[in-house]
């Protein structure tokens, strides 16, 4: 099955012209893998088709949104009938609070909410107002863990937790940065050792309840319900970044998932049913020092678009007629079983990481994967060759060995099958290697 990537290479190399870097986000330039990022053309149910007319099996999802698979129908159609009406107002519609009062069925915690473009708005936009609300500038964010783009959130490797961040991003100045507090994913004496460092200074703790960002590191023991009481006891603010998890690890994200209320919560991704979409809300005491009610700041020309609010209501709407969630889990399962098999029938050594339908591969001789320093340790060379041996068998998976796997509904038995044999070939390239 060799493929011809033609009209990729060609695009690509006109796209570098007048893009940079060839896309409008890093990731997609394919840099952890080598090669040629694919041009898709189009895309349905689980597969995509690249402009060289190659159809693959897609494990991206769009990062995450895809969960019902691609060009769902129903959410084709609410856009379409949207778009009839108008693009925009910049007023506000009945469709923001019908959406808002959806989602408030799955966050309960959500006691009021503001809609704005994209998770990096959600998360920024969380913070400050849990600095306005606080009148603390600290914030605690874990090692790896990624809350979007903000100068200030850009920190996440070296100096250890107990030190204060530096920047990973050029452009970014040290003072930006000197407010963010980091901890190690799944060590909870870190974080109570900087609360105490900073008592009175820390505004909130922001954290992806389940890491999707470093690979799959899913929370180990206690450790979340540990966290949320130590924050209420600090009478800290706890941020639920659910931008990946919300809608994915369970209807009500991992805050069902494991039982806890958070202080405020961040959506993203599934909410937008593939617009650009976020979304931050929770305690209505909080939310009540908002603007226009309260003296933080936040607005946006687009915010609650009726395009992307009639995209999300009918992607929400669905998820919870289908409850879609045991069976996603089901096949989840069968996938990282069967490979976590044909990586051991090869003596290849693997962690494979899941939680729900999001699920990650680690080439590393490690018993587990629970932080950001061993996930550090994985061969990325390894990864590499996987990588492009899934590819050769028409499977995408996300570019980097830093990124989770996402299933959709539309992947059933017959993909099921494809991946796993693909797999055999890739891992057996990896065995070569
Ligand atoms: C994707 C993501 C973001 C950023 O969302 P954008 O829409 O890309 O700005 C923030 N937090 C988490 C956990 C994410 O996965």
Same mark, same amino acid.
């Given at each position: 099955?060799?493929?011809?990537?033609?009209?990729?290479?060609?695009?690509?190399?006109?796209?570098?012209?007048?893009?940079?870097?060839?896309?409008?986000?890093?990731? /997609?330039? @394919?840099?952890?893998?080598?090669? !040629?990022?694919?041009?898709?053309?189009?895309?349905?149910?689980?597969?995509?088709?690249?402009?060289?007319?190659?159809?693959?099996?897609?494990?991206?999802?769009?990062?995450?949104?895809?969960?019902?698979?691609?060009?769902?129908?129903?959410?084709?159609?609410?856009?379409?009938?949207?778009?009839?009406?108008?693009?925009?107002?910049?007023?506000?519609?009945?469709?923001?609070?019908?959406?808002?009062?959806? =989602?408030?069925?799955?966050?309960?915690?959500?006691?009021?909410?503001?809609?704005?473009?994209?998770? !990096?708005?959600?998360?920024?936009?969380?913070?400050?107002?849990?600095?306005?609300?606080?009148?603390?500038?600290?914030?605690?964010? @874990?090692?790896?863990?990624?809350? *979007?783009?903000?100068?200030?959130?850009?920190?996440?490797?070296?100096?250890?937790?107990? !030190?204060?961040?530096?920047?990973?991003?050029?452009?970014?100045?040290?003072?930006?940065?000197?407010?963010?507090?980091?901890? /190690?994913?799944?060590?909870?004496?870190?974080?109570?050792?900087?609360?105490?460092?900073? /008592?009175?200074?820390?505004?909130? =703790?922001?954290?992806?309840?389940?890491?999707?960002?470093?690979?799959?590191?899913?929370?180990?023991?206690?450790?979340?319900?540990?966290?949320?009481?130590?924050?209420?006891?600090?009478?800290?603010?706890?941020?639920?970044?659910?931008?990946?998890?919300?809608?994915?690890?369970?209807?009500?994200?991992?805050?069902?998932?494991?039982?806890?209320?958070?202080?405020?919560?961040?959506?993203?991704?599934?909410?937008?049913?593939?617009?650009?979409?976020?979304? @931050?809300?929770? /305690?209505?005491?909080?939310?009540?020092?908002?603007?226009?009610?309260?003296?933080?700041?936040?607005?946006?020309?687009?915010?609650?678009?009726?395009?992307?609010?009639?995209?999300?209501?009918?992607?929400?709407?669905?998820?919870?007629?289908?409850?879609?969630?045991?069976?996603?889990?089901?096949?989840?399962?069968?996938?990282?079983?069967?490979?976590?098999?044909?990586?051991?029938?090869?003596?290849?050594?693997?962690?494979?990481?899941?939680? *729900?339908?999001?699920?990650?591969? @680690?080439?590393?001789?490690?018993?587990?994967?629970?932080?950001?320093?061993?996930?550090?340790?994985?061969?990325?060379?390894?990864?590499?060759?996987?990588?492009?041996?899934?590819?050769?068998?028409?499977?995408?998976?996300?570019?980097?060995?830093?990124?989770?796997?996402?299933?959709?509904?539309?992947?059933?038995?017959?993909?099921?099958?494809?991946?796993?044999?693909?797999?055999?070939?890739?891992?057996?390239?990896?065995?070569?290697?």
């Amino acid at each position: 099955m060799v493929k011809s990537f033609t009209k990729s290479t060609q695009l690509f190399e006109k796209s570098k012209k007048v893009l940079v870097g060839g896309v409008n986000s890093p990731v /997609r330039a @394919f840099g952890s893998v080598g090669g !040629t990022p694919l041009f898709i053309s189009q895309a349905k149910g689980a597969y995509l088709w690249d402009e060289d007319g190659n159809r693959y099996l897609d494990y991206v999802g769009s990062w995450g949104p895809m969960i019902l698979g691609h060009a769902y129908p129903s959410v084709i159609a609410a856009v379409q009938q949207a778009a009839e009406s108008g693009t925009s107002f910049g007023a506000p519609t009945a469709r923001e609070i019908e959406f808002a009062r959806l =989602i408030q069925q799955a966050f309960p915690s959500m006691e009021q909410i503001r809609f704005v473009n994209s998770g !990096t708005e959600a998360t920024m936009s969380a913070i400050r107002l849990a600095r306005g609300f606080t009148g603390r500038d600290k914030i605690i964010k @874990f090692e790896g863990a990624y809350h *979007g783009h903000a100068d200030y959130l850009l920190v996440k490797a070296g100096s250890g937790a107990t !030190t204060l961040g530096v920047p990973t991003s050029k452009g970014v100045p040290a003072s930006f940065t000197e407010h963010t507090l980091l901890a /190690r994913y799944n060590d909870l004496a870190q974080v109570q050792q900087l609360l105490e460092q900073h /008592r009175g200074e820390v505004a909130a =703790i922001i954290l992806e309840p389940v890491c999707g960002n470093m690979g799959l590191v899913a929370p180990q023991g206690p450790f979340l319900q540990q966290l949320a009481e130590l924050a209420k006891a600090e009478n800290v603010l706890l941020i639920f970044d659910e931008v990946m998890t919300g809608f994915r690890v369970a209807f009500g994200g991992a805050q069902e998932l494991y039982g806890i209320r958070p202080d405020l919560s961040c959506l993203g991704k599934i909410i937008g049913g593939g617009l650009p979409v976020g979304a @931050f809300g929770g /305690r209505a005491d909080i939310m009540a020092h908002l603007a226009p009610e309260g003296p933080v700041y936040q607005a946006g020309t687009l915010s609650g678009n009726p395009l992307a609010m009639a995209a999300g209501h009918a992607m929400i709407q669905a998820l919870a007629e289908q409850k879609p969630y045991s069976q996603l889990n089901q096949t989840a399962k069968i996938i990282v079983d069967g490979i976590r098999e044909r990586a051991e029938q090869r003596h290849i050594p693997m962690v494979a990481a899941r939680l *729900g339908s999001m699920f990650s591969f @680690f080439f590393t001789d490690q018993a587990a994967v629970t932080n950001y320093d061993e996930v550090q340790q994985i061969s990325a060379d390894r990864f590499k060759v996987f990588y492009h041996g899934m590819l050769e068998q028409g499977v995408y998976l996300p570019p980097s060995p830093y990124e989770a796997w996402f299933l959709s509904t539309e992947h059933g038995e017959a993909e099921v099958e494809i991946t796993l044999s693909a797999a055999e070939h890739a891992l057996d390239l990896v065995k070569k290697s």
